[in-house]
């Protein structure tokens, strides 16, 4: 079985950081994208992607993120991260990584969801 674990969410003051931790386990072969998505808890809230990290690492951050988050990736440890900076009460959301996956032995490749950790930005 094929998981994403999420952590290293929590409360944080306005500016303040947090860093954001997904590491996947189970019967992995190689790992493709690997992407953070964000969601609010307003009713009817979309899931919205943060970021996004190739296996060579080519990055792309949504214009909300830009100059503030940073993604990186370590393949050795099937982990992602997100570093995020200058937190605003908007970014408070519950963080999902969300990556693509061939699961090992097969030529099965599958999206995978983590469960997702809860940012809250506020004083």
């Known amino acids: 079985q094929i998981q994403l674990v999420e952590s290293g969410g929590g409360l944080v003051q306005p500016g303040g950081s947090l860093r954001l931790s997904c590491e996947a386990s189970g019967p992995i072969g190689t790992i493709d994208d690997m992407d953070w998505y964000r969601q609010t808890q307003t009713p009817g809230a979309t899931r919205d992607l943060v970021a996004t990290i190739t296996p060579s690492g080519s990055i792309n951050y949504a214009d909300s993120s830009k100059g503030r988050f940073i993604i990186s990736r370590d393949n050795a440890r099937n982990t992602i991260l997100l570093q995020m900076n200058s937190l605003k009460p908007e970014d408070a959301a519950v963080y999902y990584c969300?990556?693509?996956?061939?699961?090992?032995?097969?030529?099965?490749?599958?999206?995978?969801w983590g469960q997702g950790t809860d940012v809250t930005v506020s004083s």
């Open positions: 969300h990556e693509r996956i061939l699961r090992s032995g097969t030529h099965m490749w599958k999206y995978y």
